[in-house]
Nanobody, 126 residues
Framework: QVQLAESGGGLVQAGGSLTLSCAAS????????MGWFRQVPGKEREFVAS????????SYADSVKGRFTISKDNARVTGYLRMDNLKPEDTALYYC???????????????????WGQGTQVTVSS
């Protein structure tokens, strides 16, 4: 497993943008597919986006499609989530997650991820 640490959260007005980063601890990150999930107090954690280990395949929740972009820089051992046109309903604690995978594999199921960060808070004001 790799250690993951998110950063980049904060307070932003509706319509604004943020980029979250997910720094990994080890070089095996190159073999990891990645995902972003979010959770609001009192609700279950939900899938946001995922990307295959080489970055060639991505998947998005319908609620963020067209507004969020996931990417992965294996040279920098870091993953990113670019969030544009943010809405108040995007307010949540955002987690990055990863797991070793082959080729174009990725997943939107949190049970398929075995490394998790501590989360970074995103708050969108109306």
């Amino acid at each position: 497993q790799v250690q993951l640490a998110e950063s980049g959260g904060g307070l932003v007005q509706a319509g604004g943008s943020l980029t979250l980063s997910c720094a990994a601890s080890g070089r095996t990150f190159i073999n990891y597919y990645m995902g972003w999930f979010r959770q609001v107090p009192g609700k279950e954690r939900e899938f946001v986006a995922s990307i295959s280990r080489g970055g060639t395949r991505t998947s998005y929740a319908d609620s963020v499609k067209g507004r969020f972009t996931i990417s992965k820089d294996n040279a920098r051992v870091t993953g990113y989530l670019r969030m544009d046109n943010l809405k108040p309903e995007d307010t949540a604690l955002y987690y990055c997650a990863g797991a070793a995978g082959d080729g174009y594999y990725t997943s939107n199921n949190e049970a398929d991820f075995d490394s998790w960060g501590q989360g970074t808070q995103v708050t969108v004001s109306s």
